[in-house]
Structures are given as C-alpha cells and as structure tokens.
C-alpha cells in the first residue's frame, strides 16, 4: 500500500490473535475490538489507553470518527483554550508553525507507541484526541469533559477514501461503501459511534458536546464560541469587542492552514504516515453526489436511518 511497514506492537499479541478478521482496505486487516472494526495499532492503542491512561482535572477529550473534522476541531479548540499564552494575532503561533495534529495529541498513536509519557509533559488543561468510541472509553476518559463532531456520513466515506488513496492504498471507493453498509469501515460501526457520543451528550450536556461538521462550517465563529463556554473558557467581552473568535476562525480556516508550510509539507503519523497536506482536500458539504449513485445514496441512508431510529439524531 506504499507505506513503510513498521511493525505492529507485539504487546496484548495474546489478545490480538482471539479477535474476528477481514481482510480490507486494499491488503490490510482489520480487527474487531469490542464490537469496533480497528488496523491493529488502533486495536494496541485501545488496550493501552484502557489500562493505562491516567485523567488529570481539566482533560478536555476531543472525540470523532475519522474524516469528520477532527483536525479542524483540534485547531479551533488549541486556539481557543490557549489564547492566553498564544493570542491568534502571534505571528508565531504554535497553529503557524505546526500541524494541528502536532498541537493535540492523538491518543490512540501514542499508547500504542508506548509514548504516553508525552501526556505528561503536556501543562493543564489538555487536549487529547481520539478515535474510539465511547463504550469502549475507559471510565477515567468517559468522565472527562468531551467535544465529539461527526459528519453526514457520505461525505465521510467519500473523504475517508480519498485519505486513504493519498497514502497508498489503492481500493475502489465501492470497497469501502461495502464495509460501511456492514458496519466494517474502519472504526466503524458509524452508527454505533455515532449513538454513543450522542446518547452520552443527551445525558450529560454539560459534559458531552455535541457538534457537527455542516453546523460548524455554516457558523463556525458561534461554534467557536460554543467551544470556549464548554471548555469554561468563555470570550469575555473585552475579547469580544477585539474580534478574537473571528481570528480564531480565520487562522484555523481550511484556506490558511492549506498554504502553511507545516502543512504543506511533512507527515502525521507513528505507523501509517499520512501527508500533512492530505489533511486539508476540499472542506465543503454534500462531496459525496460525484462518487456515490442515487441507488448507493439510498442504501446506506436507509441502513443509518434504520439504525438511528429512535435515537433523535438525523442527517
Ligand atoms: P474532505 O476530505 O471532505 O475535504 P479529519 O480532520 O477528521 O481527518 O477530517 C478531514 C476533513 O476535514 C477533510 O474533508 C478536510 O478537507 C476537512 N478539513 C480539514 N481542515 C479543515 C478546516 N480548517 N476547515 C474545514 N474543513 C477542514
């Protein structure tokens, strides 16, 4: 698939050869972890953060499926709760020099590194990420205070593909649609990712921030604004008056991170490596009518309806 092979962790190898597999994704594998469809360091990473993470007060846990704007939500929530130390005015500012990926730690990657300690390093309050689902958090993650953002999940799929193309893996985007409609996408089930979150944010709205990436790009300065009340950083109106959230915005848009040379060049990643630039295509809603038949829309809308009935949650 063009990447360098590095090794998968042997730690939890035990575990590992129990667990159901499909051959996916070109000639990958994926496995299933308590009832979630992972690449076997996201499975390592998962064990890990379940053993070992340790919360500290003030963890603020930024949660997604992939493909769904997490590196977005990354940069507007750095920005937000370190506008302090890093005012969006810094020509030097960290969203300037960096990645955001490199600002927010991935959880997943680290553990299953055994670089957690790098979670230590980090001041008060911090920002982590992950991919996992909710029932799979370890309660001392589940008691954090977590910002989830999900997409219409075509548009998911579609740039779910296209990521995974630019780094290697060649496979019809037809591949993909397959395991999704049977809940075998990468990470997936999508809908059980999704009614976790959710459900979780229906019961703790003060502690489960619900978003989503159309209500974002339609008004990302009230989304802004939204982030900063949950994480109990509020603008205050001095800040308000000087324009903060709108720069927030502006420096995080798709359109200036895109033309910074952290991001046009370089790559995330500790075993799949990922172009800084792949991270950054197109950033607009309804992507998926030029990959996706009316029949194919049809399907798997049904088979998420379907599965989100009753929930209150619609796309
Ligand atoms: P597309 O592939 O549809 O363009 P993630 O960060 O979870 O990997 O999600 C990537 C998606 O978010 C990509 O969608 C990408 O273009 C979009 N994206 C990245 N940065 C963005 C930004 N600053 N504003 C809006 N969308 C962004």
Redesign the pocket.
Known sequence: NGQTAISPPTEYADIVATLPSIAAIGDSQLLKYQDVWLFIHGVTGVISIQRRFKSRPGDVLLA?P???????LK?LSFATMARAKYPPSDANHPLRRLNPHECVPFMENLFSAGQEAKLEALPSPRLLQTHMHYSVLPRSLADCKIVFVCREPK?ML??MW??LQSAGFSFPFSDLFELACQGQNPHGPIWSHLLGYWTASTARPEMVLFLR?ED??ADPVSTVRQLARFMDVPFTAAEEAAGLPVDIVEM???DA?RELEANKTGKFGLFFKFQHQT??????VG?WVNYMTPEMARRIDAIVGDKLHGSGLTF
């Open positions: 997604s992939p493909k769904c704007g997490t590196t977005w940069a548009d579609v740039s296209h990521f990436y974002m790009l995080c848009s798709i991170l991270f950054f295509r197109k950033g607009v992507d």
